[in-house]
């Protein structure tokens, strides 16, 4: 069987591309991170929709918000024109502003009913937020075709930051997020952490009849990506730890579940 992360580093490419719009003239950010040959977790996640996505898919996006990629709004203009359908579910009053999705669902996926099933269903950044994985699992078992493929994008629970957000209250996140990335309030959700390692995620797809098809581990530079000095240091100490077979200190999760009983 053909793995998915064949030619990965292709995807990669044209993902970049996209994003940058192939032009020559960059900013220092996306010029430092090629210059270390290093692409962000995000970029690993779309570039495994941008495999999975064609015209015949469709497809359900858990946790959508606002928008779909929000570090690659290209991208996500042309997958969400590329497939069949593409279906929202968000409990959060943020859905009401994403315009790619074709229809939304203001719920839990595990509240979201339909008889349809899905040849692909996404979670970005949403596994650390599930409090009852059992009833998740669930959900993804009812709404995915035979053969579909559930693809998680999250933060390991055992990555730096993963460890200090568990330790520290919400009100320290809107302000470490604030700081770092940015992020409004709005955007910063509990997180409890309760399917964010490889053995739980292949303990509970196993349960509800799916299969690992790939997993990879992302090493998560993004830290200190808002300033120059900070991102030379971080893509530094990655390059660095990477060369005597090491992970960072901040790892992301990409899991890939094809579903076959």
Same mark, same amino acid.
């Given at each position: ?9 292709? /995807? &990669? ?13 960059? %900013? ?8 270390? %040959?290093?692409?962000? #977790? ?11 996505? =064609? @015209?015949?898919?469709?497809? *359900?996006?858990? %946790?959508?918000?606002?928008? *779909?990629?929000?570090? =690659? ?11 069949? *359908? ?11 502003? =994403? ?27 949403? /596994?650390?937020? !599930?409090?009852? #994985?059992?009833? /998740? ?37 809107? !302000? ?19 399917? =964010? ?10 349960? %509800? ?8 581990? +992302?090493?998560?530079?993004? @830290? $200190? ?7 030379? $240091?971080? +893509?530094?100490? &990655? ?6 077979? *090491? ?15």
């Amino acid at each position: 069987m053909r793995r998915l992360s064949d030619n990965f580093a292709d /995807a &990669q490419r044209e993902v970049y591309r996209l994003k940058t719009g192939g032009r020559d003239v960059q %900013g220092w950010s996306p010029r430092l991170r090629q210059w270390f %040959g290093y692409f962000t #977790p995000d970029e690993c996640y779309e570039a495994m929709l941008h495999r999975l996505i =064609n @015209s015949e898919t469709e497809w *359900l996006d858990v %946790g959508c918000g606002h928008d *779909l990629f929000p570090s =690659n709004k290209p991208l996500a203009e042309i997958l969400s024109t590329r497939c069949r *359908l593409l279906v929202g579910v968000d409990p959060s009053p943020n859905i009401d502003d =994403n315009r790619l999705v074709h229809e939304k669902a203001k719920c839990t996926v595990e509240q979201y009913c339909t008889d349809r099933q899905f040849d692909v269903i996404s979670l970005r950044m949403v /596994a650390e937020h !599930i409090p009852d #994985p059992e009833a /998740a699992i669930a959900a993804f078992a009812r709404l995915t075709k035979l053969n579909g493929r559930v693809v998680i994008y999250t933060v390991s629970q055992w990555a730096l930051s993963s460890l200090v957000a568990a330790a520290s209250p919400m009100a320290f996140h809107h !302000i470490a997020k604030r700081i770092l990335w940015g992020s409004k309030p709005e955007d910063t959700f509990p997180t409890v952490y309760r399917m =964010n390692t490889r053995p739980r995620l292949r303990q509970l797809f196993d349960l %509800g009849g799916f299969q690992e098809e790939e997993f990879l581990y +992302l090493d998560d530079c993004r @830290s $200190l990506a808002k300033w120059r000095v900070g991102t030379v $240091l971080e +893509l530094s100490v &990655q390059r660095a730890l990477r060369s005597f077979g *090491l992970s960072y200190f901040d790892i992301c999760i990409l899991g890939v579940y094809r579903k076959v009983r």
